[in-house]
């Protein structure tokens, strides 16, 4: 895909590596629908799309809501003509053990609520946008549209994270059923797994821990959300990628 123009949507699109894909992606001339739930984060990442000389437009919006879903993509089409490319990260953490145990007694449990809300905003969230993108890109006859999916190296089973992992495993296994279903339209879709990235979240987490992460990692450094970018930008422009999953950790 030339991205020069193309009008490509990114969900958890208002910092961290949201952002650093939108400005990645505006460098190369396309424009941009930014998708998040913070108007205040949005705004600054439409101020830097516009100092890279192209053009956004903010939506807020809930994922995990399909008539909002739905709405959005209805308005974004009107407000930029067509859809030809789709970024599914927005994302959330509520993480918890399955049950932690103290002097053989059961004393907390991962909330049931929490197990769906993460893997609605990441899984369902997803499912719907792509469902919504896809539907739009068949319809504008666009040939040459692509899906972009952020999973995590998490899809293996992580600690504390069984909603977490689910959710990105269940990204992966979508990413494949949709490059199925969809390539007969001129749809890829590609799935991003990233290691440990430096984001605001991360750095949240003692300097120590952050250190240690590091050591654990082959590379010996913690990744730059332009890393994951770059990816990004090179799953767009190489047309035949489509149907797996790109691990971007370090080699971790």
């Not at 956004?56 to 003509?81: K, P």
């Not at 490059?179 to 987490?205: C, F, H, V």
């Not at 990744?223 to 422009?237: K, L, R, Y």
Request: glycine share 10%.
């Amino acid at each position: 895909m030339n991205i020069q123009d193309k009008v490509i949507v990114i969900t958890g699109g208002g910092r961290g590596i949201g952002r650093s894909i939108a400005v990645h992606l505006a460098e190369k001339g396309a424009k941009l629908a930014v998708l998040d739930l913070d108007d205040t984060a949005m705004a600054d990442t439409l101020a830097l799309i516009k100092e890279a000389g192209s053009e956004g437009r903010a939506y807020n919006c809930n994922v995990a809501d399909e008539e909002i879903v739905e709405n959005t993509f209805n308005q974004i089409v009107r407000d930029f003509g067509a859809i030809h490319g789709l970024i599914n990260n927005a994302g959330i953490l509520r993480d918890a053990l399955l049950i932690k145990v103290k002097d053989g007694k059961v004393i907390k449990k991962m909330s049931g609520d929490h197990y769906s809300l993460v893997v609605d905003v990441h899984m369902k969230g997803a499912f719907l946008c792509a469902r919504e993108a896809a539907a739009h890109m068949v319809e504008q006859g666009v040939e040459d549209g692509c899906i972009i999916s952020m999973s995590s190296i998490a899809h293996r089973g992580n600690f504390g994270q069984s909603n977490y992992s689910a959710a990105k495993a269940g990204i992966i296994a979508q990413t494949r059923v949709w490059t199925k279903e969809l390539g007969r339209y001129g749809i890829r879709a590609m799935a991003i797994a990233p290691g440990t990235i430096d984001t605001e979240m991360l750095r949240s987490m003692p300097a120590e821990i952050l250190e240690q992460s590091a050591r654990q990692i082959p590379v010996q450094r913690i990744g730059d959300v332009s890393n994951i970018a770059q990816t990004v930008v090179h799953i767009f422009e190489n047309d035949y990628l489509s149907g797996d999953v790109i691990e971007v950790s370090g080699g971790l």
